[in-house]
């Protein structure tokens, strides 16, 4: 079983960054694909990034979110981050991490994925 706990959610203006922290207990984080969703309100989840398994680098973006947005594993601190920059009002929204016994990186369904946090909302005013 593994717990994932996300934190770093907050308000800030359009162009400002956040960082997103996924803690995780239970079982190391290492061997697992993790990805990072979002829903926002009326919406259905929605797919943002994912870091390949296996202490793995490569990484995995949607579009809306390529070239502004960093995923990233500290294998030694049990955690996932999720560097956001150039946020965008149509960034709102509650962000999830998640862990896949899938080897990945391209793992953009939540199907796909065995265990989700809580969650922490992130809202851009413009």
């Known amino acids: 079983q593994v717990q994932l706990v996300e934190s770093g959610g907050g308000l800030v203006q359009a162009g400002d960054s956040l960082r997103l922290s996924c803690a995780a207990s239970?079982?190391?984080?290492?061997?697992?694909?993790m990805g990072w969703f979002r829903q926002a309100p009326g919406k259905e989840r929605e797919f943002v990034s994912t870091i390949r398994g296996s202490g793995g680098t490569t990484t995995y973006y949607a579009d809306s979110v390529k070239g502004r947005f960093t995923i990233s594993r500290d294998n030694a601190k049990n955690t996932v981050y999720l560097q956001m920059n150039s946020l965008k009002p149509e960034d709102t929204a509650v962000y999830y991490c998640?862990?896949?016994?899938?080897?990945?990186?391209?793992?953009?369904?939540?199907?796909?994925?065995?265990?989700w946090g809580q969650g922490t909302q992130v809202t851009v005013s413009s």
């Open positions: 239970g079982r190391t984080l290492s061997s697992y694909a």
């Open positions: 998640a862990a896949s016994r899938l080897l990945g990186p391209v793992l953009p369904h939540p199907k796909l994925y065995d265990y």
